[in-house]
């Protein structure tokens, strides 16, 4: 019988279980996974506890719950709680492809209070602040990037102070330096007045709206890598997609 700690939730160390599976390549796309009675007695839960398990990993895209069929693995989506499951393609950084970059720093700094909530770390502690500007083709600010890591990377992975490390090479490098690999990320949007020193960067009046998204990365143990903060003018499209309509 698994072994259930006090801490977390008990539902969350079972869907945590089942994510490992399912991220490791154990558990496959169109498998079926334990039922909720049987989770109740392989992991000597109550019938609730169960049921939230399931309807987690269902949130999140590992699972498609069918009525009457059972609990299935599924393909990776983004779930209801802003959360992406799956490989690093879902957290990689995406530029026009007549984008330019201009490098602006890399530093240590103590962390801000916000990043070091979003990093897990303690009160105090040291970052890695990474700032990047991309422009549009005639040369137009397009998006400021500010990324942040948790200074105890950089024994392992120097190159996250370096010039020479472009923004969409990050990922793949901090995974093969420090050896964990990315698994999931969580996003946030917020529509915002600009700072003074983005209203400087982006070339902004004052006052001026900006949009900012938050990913933050993950490894498979749910611990924070990096926390990207994409500040956008107004007027920069940041995704545009196709859907087709049913007709009646």
């Known amino acids: 019988m698994p072994k259930i700690h006090e801490s977390p939730p008990k539902y969350e160390q079972i869907a945590d279980h089942f994510r490992t599976r399912i991220l490791s390549g154990e558990l496959k796309t169109g498998d ?51 959360e992406r499951p799956g490989p690093a393609g879902s957290t990689d ?60 990377l950089l024994e392992k992975a120097p190159m996250l102070l370096e010039a020479e490390l472009t923004p969409d090479a990050v990922n793949d490098y901090l995974s093969d330096a420090v050896g964990r690999k990315i698994t999931r990320s969580r996003d946030k949007v917020n529509a915002r007045l600009a700072t003074e020193s983005e209203r400087e960067e982006l070339g902004l009046d004052n006052p001026s709206a900006v ?28 995704l545009e997609q196709e859907h087709p309509i049913r007709s009646r």
């Open 32 to 82: 079926e996974i334990t039922s909720q009675r049987a989770l109740m007695a392989e992991w000597d839960v109550a019938r609730p506890t169960a049921a939230k398990a399931l309807t987690t990993l269902s949130n999140e895209g590992y699972v498609e719950m069918r009525r009457g069929s059972g609990t299935f693995v599924t393909g990776y989506k983004l779930g209801n709680t802003g």
């Open 211 to 238: 949009l900012e998204h938050r990913l933050t990365v993950f490894d498979s143990k749910r611990n924070a890598l990096l926390l990207n903060e994409a500040v956008y003018p107004p007027d920069a499209w940041r």
């Open 93 to 152: 950084l995406a530029f026009a492809p007549d984008a330019s970059i201009e490098f602006l720093f890399a530093e240590t700094v103590a962390g801000p209070e916000h990043v070091l909530h979003e990093l897990g770390q303690p009160a105090e502690a040291s970052v890695v602040h990474r700032k990047v500007l991309v422009k549009n083709k005639d040369t137009t600010p397009a998006q400021l990037l500010t990324s942040w890591f948790p200074a105890e």
